[in-house]
């Protein structure tokens, strides 16, 4: 007999890849040039000639036999002692190797750190909007999964539903900054107050509450935006990292878990990364993708189009009378709808206009959309007056 669980999700798909399948079927029919397809986070720049440099001199020089052998199960050695270095130099950090596991991106980070630091029936806490594939990672481990409301004017932390929220069962708090979907980025404030809460808390319920960070939109942050290093705030903390958006490398799938030093256990936490592996066949990233990366983890994409994108969409739409909080990073908008239904606003755009925008409801926050502006300039334009005919369809 098949498992039923696992039956049953496939009656629930993304939301997000419905929209963008459509978007697909709709282009076979009238062309691609006559679609604005905002639906998915698919970075849109090229990623850094230095990487795809690297790739050839490891491929033309490197003992093919070495180059593609087997990971060992904790990553390479060197690419651990570079991300390590890395993040040392630019945040002021102190890991060492023992402190980085190589991932199969974000997702595969996400689900590594909640197994460690979660068991049976505890509680993980994440903020609304949110990133819909938590529920199967926060799942998977057997948690729950607990969504705070949000706070549509500023879509920073909703502390006083938070704090309402808190309870002994709390193992960890999980968070996504700069944010998908809003491109909102969490204030020193907002995380020094969480930090100070979650200590409180700890020292309350008598154990440990690990704050996951889930970053992969950490260097798109536009100019002027505060956007502080989470785990320098707060002991307990484990980052999760891909290199998806920053090196344009979504299908090289290639991340990392950085457990903070200062953590309770910290030694043991990547070797139980380790250990995990073995039951979700996960096994580490390819060597030649781990080795890639060590060279170019300082710099990243062209990602100036996303913030021009973002200052354009914001600027017109606004304009138009669409309510928006102004993104401080990432590669997407949040507006508001211009009904209560989202999903019924969004069919309309794409039925009757080919606009292609995302309802909010699987992000847990009702009446607004996502727009994913990692586009061509000429595509945010052309959307322009698209905005305006929907708006005009609601007046």
């Known amino acids: 007999m098949i498992n039923e669980y696992y039956k049953e999700m496939t009656g629930k798909g993304s939301v997000i890849r419905e929209f963008f399948t459509y978007a697909n079927a709709r282009a076979a029919e009238i062309g691609k040039e006559n679609i604005v397809n905002f639906s998915l986070g698919n970075p849109s720049v090229p990623t850094p000639q230095e990487f795809t440099d690297y790739m050839k001199e490891l491929l033309e020089n490197e003992d093919p036999v070495a180059l593609h052998g087997y990971s060992p199960t904790l990553g390479k050695d060197s690419t651990r002692e570079a991300i390590a270095a890395s993040l040392n130099r630019r945040f002021g950090m102190n890991y060492g190797k023992e402190h980085i596991f190589p991932t199969t991106g974000a997702a595969g980070a996400i689900a590594h750190a909640v197994r460690c630091v979660v068991k049976e029936g505890d509680e993980v806490i994440t903020f609304a909007p949110y990133f819909p594939e938590y529920n199967p990672y926060i799942e998977g481990a057997g948690a729950v999964l607990k969504v705070v409301p949000a706070d549509i004017e500023t879509f920073q932390i909703n502390f006083d539903a ?234």
């Open 162 to 395: 938070f704090l309402e929220m808190m309870n002994e069962k709390v193992a960890a708090v999980l968070i996504n900054s700069p944010n998908n979907p809003s491109g909102i980025v969490y204030s020193t404030e907002t995380i020094t107050r969480l930090a100070d809460i979650l200590r409180e808390k700890q020292e309350e319920y008598g154990h440990e509450i690990f704050l996951l960070t889930d970053e992969p939109y950490r260097e798109i942050v536009f100019a002027g935006t505060d956007s502080p290093f989470v785990s320098k705030f707060y002991d307990n903390s484990i980052c999760c990292y891909s290199f998806s958006k920053s090196l344009s490398l979504p299908g090289e799938r290639i991340g990392y878990v950085a457990v903070n030093p200062k953590a309770k256990d910290a030694e043991y936490i990547v070797p139980m990364c380790g250990q995990i592996s073995r039951f979700t066949g996960h096994n580490c990233p390819p060597s030649i993708i781990q080795l890639a990366v060590e060279k170019v983890l300082d710099i990243t994409s062209d990602l100036s189009i996303y913030e021009r994108n973002a200052d354009k969409l914001y600027r017109e739409l606004t304009r138009i009378g669409y309510h928006i909080v102004k993104p401080g990073g990432t590669f997407y908008m949040f507006p508001r709808a211009l009904t209560d239904d989202a999903n019924e606003f969004c069919w309309r755009a794409a039925k009757e206009l080919n606009l292609i925008i995302v309802p909010s409801d699987s992000f847990r926050v009702p009446g607004h959309f996502r727009i994913s502006y990692c586009v061509t300039e000429d595509v945010v334009e052309q959307s322009i007056p698209l905005f305006e005919k929907l708006y005009e369809m609601y007046s």
